[in-house]
């Protein structure tokens, strides 16, 4: 009985050292996938951006008006990249799953030296979704703070 308590003991401890290790990985390709999104947007590179979100992706931007799907969040998204100028940022703050895959990533958002007037401060909150073993953005809210 005590060699199966240990055993026990030994094989839950194993479990949560792998789960912790695969939460780690995760946050580390969620954070990477937010930064290719930042790098897609600066080098006005419509394939990459492409490349990290789902087909049925939606966005509310800062303006409030949906866009819905990969070829309207693909096309605003760099047609305001294109429009404002600037330099963004994103600082994520909190990952949260909501399931093993699917993930919440929020943080402050920043747009500095615009073309198109003063800087800008928002948050965002970005939905991720694992597709295929990749993190892809599903969702992003950007909204400005009160």
Do not use: C
């Not at 949560?16 to 790098?39: G, H, K, P």
């Not at 597709?131 to 809210?141: M, T």
């Amino acid at each position: 009985m005590l060699r199966v308590f240990i055993l026990t003991l030994l094989l839950t401890g194993f479990t949560a050292t792998q789960a912790s290790a695969q939460a780690n990985d995760d946050e580390a390709n969620i954070r990477q996938v937010v930064e290719q999104y930042l790098e897609s947007r600066r080098q006005r590179d419509e394939q990459a951006l492409r490349a990290i979100l789902t087909e049925d992706v939606d966005q509310i931007p800062s303006s409030g008006i949906l866009r819905d799907g990969i070829d309207a969040v693909a096309n605003g998204t760099l047609a305001t990249s294109d429009r404002t100028g600037g330099e963004r940022s994103i600082t994520i703050e909190r990952i949260r799953f909501i399931s093993p895959d699917v993930a919440i990533a929020d943080g402050p958002y920043d747009i500095v030296n615009r073309n198109d007037g003063p800087d800008r401060h928002y948050l965002t909150s970005i939905t991720l979704l694992r597709e295929n073993g990749s993190w892809k953005i599903a969702a992003i809210r950007n909204m400005q703070p009160r």
